[in-house]
């Protein structure tokens, strides 16, 4: 088989797969369109919705899973599964700490997949260290407008400083999202810092948005559909990569 051929046979291979990837992803598409459906206003806190609305992400990680094996586990699946623990306690606002908590080791879950092999992370530029730096500066800022909303926080002693720590944490998993330099991953990192802060504004008053909430579950969802096509892509061309090296 020759060079053309070759290419041609993977370019149809990745067709294919990303064909077989968009089928495994409508059961998601399904369930996030369930939850937009379903959800008012006026809805009540129930563990049905709460159910509703972690579906979509427990989907997710069963495409992960399916498709990459155990082999990340403590990385992206395990990321995906603290987030349906999160969304479950944002339900309730009495354990807003708790789901903080849960979604704290999400990122740290998501860094640990980064800083993988199966990313292939490039040593730092003047232009990843750049950006780094304005992500640093975009959530110290973010942390300095949000501050005086949180001193009027019924658990402002705590909740303070466990905001700026949840702040930190969403800047270093974007910057490590930075140095893979892929697509996806980067922008899901962008897009759920965005909706965190949304919905940090949502929680301590800090603004009045109309139609906020589907702002930010609609980029939450978003956030985490492509880190996890990211992280299929990524043992996807570790693979192809491993074939080119075999004698």
């Excluded at 206003?41 to 495409?63: G, M, Q």
């Excluded at 908590?101 to 997949?113: D, E, I, R, T």
Aim: with cysteine; hydrophobic share 50%.
């Amino acid at each position: 088989m020759d060079i053309l051929d070759t290419d041609a046979y993977d370019r149809r291979q990745r067709r294919n797969m990303s064909c077989a990837l968009f089928l495994s992803l409508l059961p998601f598409f399904a369930s996030t369109g369930l939850y937009f459906y379903l959800w008012t206003p006026e809805s009540k806190p129930s563990i049905i919705f709460a159910a509703v609305k972690s579906a979509p992400i427990l989907l997710l990680a069963a495409v992960v899973l399916s498709w990459n094996g155990c082999q990340n586990v403590l990385g992206v699946v395990g990321g995906l599964l603290f987030s349906a623990v999160g969304d479950w306690c944002l339900i309730w606002s009495e354990y807003f700490l708790h789901g903080m908590g849960a979604f704290s080791a999400s990122h740290l879950l998501y860094s640990l997949a980064f800083l993988s092999s199966r990313y292939a992370t490039h040593s730092s530029s003047s232009w990843t260290r750049i950006l780094s730096l304005i992500l640093l500066l975009i959530g110290g800022a973010f942390y300095f407008y949000l501050y005086p909303f949180l001193q009027k926080a019924p658990n402002f002693k705590i909740e303070t400083p466990a905001v700026g720590a949840y702040i930190f944490l969403t800047v270093f998993m974007g910057a490590l999202a930075i140095r893979t330099r892929r697509f996806a991953t980067l922008m899901g990192s962008l897009v759920f810092m965005v909706s965190d802060m949304s919905l940090a504004v949502q929680v301590f008053n800090a603004a009045k948005i109309a139609h906020v909430h589907y702002f930010v579950m609609g980029t939450y969802y978003l956030a985490q559909l492509l880190i996890a096509v990211g992280d299929i892509r990524a043992s996807e061309n570790k693979e192809d990569f491993g074939k080119w090296k075999r004698p």
